[in-house]
């Protein structure tokens, strides 16, 4: 088992910016990739960012040069860093680690942290 626990989430202006955090802990060994998914009122959960164990990023592309992911291994921490944040960004964010165990795929959620951005 993993257990996600994510921070930072708050009321910031447009233009404005937020630092996630998402701490991993329990058989992290087992995972191989973390990210960020979101879900704004009335719409679908949607990606916004992961990392892989080996560093390689992958953004949506409505937040690609805005929003930057990275880990802290030693900390088995996964960051979110927002700038420039709008309106539309508002959101629940969620931290999300996937993996295997033999054959068998991973998929963990942490319980999510509110983003308010006001206009």
């Known amino acids: 088992q993993v257990q996600l626990v994510e921070s930072g989430g708050g009321l910031v202006q447009a233009g404005g910016s937020l630092r996630l955090s998402c701490a991993a802990s329990?058989?992290?060994?087992?995972?191989?990739?973390m990210g960020w998914y979101r879900r704004a009122p009335g719409k679908q959960r949607e990606l916004v960012a992961i990392?892989?164990?080996?560093?390689?990023?992958n953004y949506a592309s409505s937040v690609k040069g805005q929003f930057t992911i990275s880990r802290d291994n030693a900390k088995n921490t996964v960051y979110l860093q927002m700038n420039s944040l709008k309106p539309e960004d508002t959101a629940v964010y969620y931290c999300?680690?996937?993996?295997?165990?033999?054959?068998?795929?991973?998929?963990?959620w942490g319980q999510g942290t509110q983003v308010t951005v006001s206009s």
């Open positions: 329990g058989s992290i060994a087992s995972i191989n990739a």
């Open positions: 999300n680690a996937k993996g295997f165990s033999g054959s068998y795929a991973l998929d963990y």
């Open positions: 990392i892989t164990s080996s560093g390689r990023t």
